[in-house]
């Protein structure tokens, strides 16, 4: 699947960069495969055109933001959020604007703390939810957002995938003594899949002290959810009550990279937790899944056939499945 060339993306909402990285200036983004400007308007809601002025195609990006439109850095002409030139320096009072200076404009708008943008008009879902966001026993971890070289259902597929801890995880997780995959419980939903698993890990010295577990080997029992096309959501529980919840997605910035967003929660009590021992356990973890993530090919097929398979990759082929089926729904 080459994500740039199917036209049914195009309609979901993706997670592109920080509300908070737009605070000084434009930014540039490519989302499948378009390149995009991200400011804040005057009331501090994102907006999302083409990073292309329909003048002389100057990148907008560069620009400078005026009262919440968004100034070409070329000759000055200032878009508003729905892609309209409203301000051109060079005009004479008595000229006009005219209606055809637009650039192309998308939906935006800011959830969890970054900016979500659909390149259609007519989106096939809502902005993934995360009701732990609204639940006041869960407090956030800050994690990261970043580009990783790899398509973003191999990510998706990745976490869903038991049988990779022991040998990808060795440094935070992962039992090499056991390689055997814990089963799971698979269930489709409409717009998705959800599995039930709990994994034997060996904790490394960091993640016990995160867990509260002394014990090197625990237990991990995971609610996994995965969100057509490209977001995943688990809650991860442990023996000793704590439950923790992992959010990532990746977005397609083309057909061979992703940007992810990953977010992390707990249900503890903050004071007796040092944050920056458990983001340093999710980047040491993440490192990982990157690190093997880029040498895998980005055009993943949809086709079964194309690659072989084991037991643990039957969430991974429900996602195939899944996808071809809404691309051949869409055609
Ligand atoms: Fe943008 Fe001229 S290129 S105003
Ligand atoms: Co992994």
Not at 9 to 15: A, G, I, N, V
Not at 145 to 166: I, K, Q, Y
Not at 245 to 256: G, R
Request: glycine share 4%; proline share 8%; charged share 25%.
């Amino acid at each position: 699947m080459r994500v740039t060339q199917e036209p049914v993306l195009r309609r979901f909402w993706y997670s592109t960069l920080p509300l908070e990285a737009l605070r000084q200036r434009p930014q540039p983004f490519q989302l499948l495969g378009e390149k995009l400007v991200l400011w804040l308007d005057a009331a501090g809601r994102p907006a999302a055109m083409l990073d292309r002025c329909c003048h002389r195609t100057a990148r907008l990006s560069q620009g400078k933001v005026c009262q919440g439109q968004i100034q070409c850095p070329y000759h000055g002409w200032e878009f508003n959020r729905q892609g309209s030139c409203v301000k051109v320096p060079q005009l004479r009072p008595e000229e006009r604007i005219p209606a055809s200076y637009k650039v192309p404009a998308f939906l935006a708008q800011e959830r969890y703390g970054y900016v979500w943008v659909c390149l259609s008009d007519r989106p096939l879902a809502d902005i993934p939810a995360v009701p732990e966001v609204e639940d006041p026993q869960f407090w956030r971890v800050h994690t990261y957002n970043e580009r990783w070289d790899c398509a973003g259902l191999r990510l998706m597929e990745n976490v869903f995938d038991n049988a990779h801890f022991s040998i990808v995880h060795t440094g935070t997780f992962g039992d090499t003594e056991n390689p055997v995959p814990a089963s799971f419980e698979l269930i489709e939903l409409e717009d998705g899949i959800r599995t039930h698993t709990t994994v034997p890990v060996k904790n490394n010295p960091l993640q016990r002290q995160n867990v509260g577990i002394p014990e090197e080997r625990t237990l991990r029992i995971y609610e996994k959810n995965w969100m057509l096309p490209f977001t995943y959501r688990a809650r991860v529980a442990y023996p000793n009550g704590l439950v923790t919840l992992i959010f990532m997605s990746a977005t397609p910035i083309d057909d061979t990279a992703s940007q992810i967003t990953h977010f992390f929660m707990r249900n503890d009590d903050p004071a007796g937790v040092d944050a920056d021992a458990v983001f340093r356990f999710n980047r040491a973890v993440a490192a990982e899944d990157r690190d093997i993530l880029e040498t895998t090919h980005p055009d993943v097929p949809l086709n079964l056939e194309a690659e072989q398979h084991m037991l643990a990759d039957k969430p991974g082929i429900l996602m195939r499945r899944k996808l071809a089926a809404l691309i051949k729904a869409h055609s």
